[in-house]
């Protein structure tokens, strides 16, 4: 693996969606300093890195995705002192801390879009991608028309009000499609790359990137996107050397050639992470077929060459919440998996203690259905949780109404809690190299039709066999593995044959060989 950041090398983050994760000003939202005042909590399952979804000032039609200023902290979470002040905090602990960079849109309020509007030409004309003539719609996209004196469509990359920023066209066909090196689309990779260095020099010490894999248009094989990534990555190189970027592109043959330290399997996407946890069989579900996102992934190691990891999260504020397919004793096993394979794990807030998806709830801020995945955070069992003061009609989201919803507080001294299995598991990965970030992966039985998964981790002449079977009946392995000693158990003991190991049903094992 090239260079890189070498606190990347054993990273396992914790995902924050800030509006529901600790709120310690009354207001029913979650803050800046609700997450300062649970670093220890993070600290003490184990995890050294956080991910935070956007807390920068926006009219919130996307929960944050739709930013109106790059450079200030919503003031509904705080200031960009208390954000400096939590990265402090959590170096103090440790713990790194990715932002959520949105480079591809903004919000329509954003002032260089209200510049972009006007009939005059001026510094933002290009900042946006823009037809030429308020009858011409952008091919493929949706756009917005007739909103300004300005004559054109302007093109949009998400929602309506989500305006996209021009970075240029791969190959330009019309007019009105500017190269990728024309002076707008250049103006605007510096605009973003002075964002970038505003915060890394505030202590921030990398971010997620919303849409990665979607800035440069009319680029097919994401050439352009590819290039202009790997501009980013030299500057980075360059000047901020410890910074670590994530990419939500889900094609890490892709993303890490770009540049990208990491990317994610996703919900969307070749990779068939939906197979695992969220279809109607579910391979930790017990029933389903894991061999074709084994085959897939196989095929994305290789062709990504090792330049970065894959990681594949437990789940995130996008889709439905991993309990909502997968329960029990399977939740652990999941994790089992999730927290023993190659590349930077990542847990959804709340995801440790098998918080549910919650159907039904109404949309908020742009949620739909991703509303039921990001309800508030289940500390105790006072009031709210223990997630705010506010009455709980002022809430960001419901809590869950359940009554025997899952808290922190029940599941921190259970032993047999969820969320002790996955600090077990964080705890075992972190003794092991061969079990980290960087570890060596070969399977030795791909999951088809239910059968167990296992593989062999290995680093620098350490070898481990994790073996998983989420199914209800034993399963043999073949495997002329010789087991020195079995690092972490779940569920009844292996039967260890000469040429085989023996599954009981619902059980994963760990032994260095
Ligand atoms: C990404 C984000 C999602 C957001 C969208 C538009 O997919 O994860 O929450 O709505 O981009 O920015």
Known sequence: MGKRPEWLDNAVFYEI????????????????????????????????????NPCFDSPFGDAGYDVSDYYKVAPRYGTNDDIVKMFEEAHKLGIHVLLDLVPGHTSWDHPWFKESMKAERNEYTDRYIWTDSIWEEPKGYGSLRGISDRD????????????????????????????????????????????????????????RVDMAGSLVKNDEDSKGTIALWQDVRNFLDKEYPNAAFVS???????????????????????????DLFRCGKPYFGGEGDASEFVKKYLESYEKS????????????????????????????????????????????????????????????????????????????????????????????????????????????????SLFSEVKKLISVRQSHKALQNLGDIEFISDGANGKPLAYIRSFDGEKILVAINPADNPAEIKTDCNIVEQIYKFGEDPEIKKDSIVLKGKAVVFALI
């Open 305 to 416: 060459e090792r330049k970065g990891l894959i990681c594949i999260p437990s789940g995130n504020h996008d889709m439905e919440r991993l309990a909502y397919y997968i329960h029990d004793d399977r939740l652990k096993i999941a994790f089992a998996f999730l927290l023993s394979m190659p590349g930077a794990p990542y847990i959804y807030y709340g995801d440790e203690i098998g918080m549910r998806y919650i159907e039904g709830l109404t949309s908020k801020e742009g949620g739909y259905s991703r509303t039921g995945a990001r309800s508030p955070m289940q500390w105790d069992d006072s009031v709210n949780a223990g997630f705010s003061s506010a009455p709980a009609n002022d809430l960001y989201i419901p809590i869950d109404p359940d009554a025997k919803r899952p808290t922190v507080k029940k599941q921190i001294t259970d032993d047999n």
């Open 152 to 207: 054109g469509s302007c093109l949009v990359n998400f929602f309506s009000h989500q305006p996209a920023l021009n970075y240029g066209f791969y190959k330009p066909e019309r007019p009105w499609q500017q190269a990728m090196d024309a002076e707008g689309p250049m103006a605007t990779r510096k605009a973003m790359m002075d964002v970038i260095r505003f915060w890394l020099s505030k202590g921030c010490d990398g971010f």
């Open 17 to 52: 969606y800030p509006q529901s994760f600790m709120d310690t000003d009354g207001d029913g939202i979650g803050n800046i300093n609700g997450i300062t005042e649970k670093l220890p909590y993070i600290k003490e399952l184990g995890c050294n890195a956080l991910w935070i």
């Open 248 to 274: 939500e592109w889900g094609e890490p043959d892709k993303s890490l050639q770009a540049g990208f330290h990491m990317d994610f399997l996703l919900h969307f996407g070749p990779s068939h992470y939906n």
